[in-house]
């Protein structure tokens, strides 16, 4: 059972595409730090989670 060891051109330009696409930087230089991303969850979780502000009470006079 021989096993052919050459790739066809399309397979080989499709390999190369998927390649840049996995290693390619992100758009116009912004790189997301994992550290400020978790900072903002975190902050939006808080605030989410934060009791609301009180009303005043009515007068009961």
Do not use: Y
């Not at 330009?13 to 975190?42: I, K, N, W």
């Amino acid at each position: 059972m021989s096993m052919d060891r050459t790739a066809s051109v399309e397979s080989v330009t499709l390999a190369v595409e998927v390649e840049d696409l996995l290693d390619s930087t992100e758009p116009d230089g912004v790189f997301r730090d994992t550290r400020e991303c978790a900072g903002a969850a975190l902050l939006a979780g808080l605030l989410l989670a934060s009791p609301p502000t009180p009303r005043p009470k009515p007068d009961a006079r």
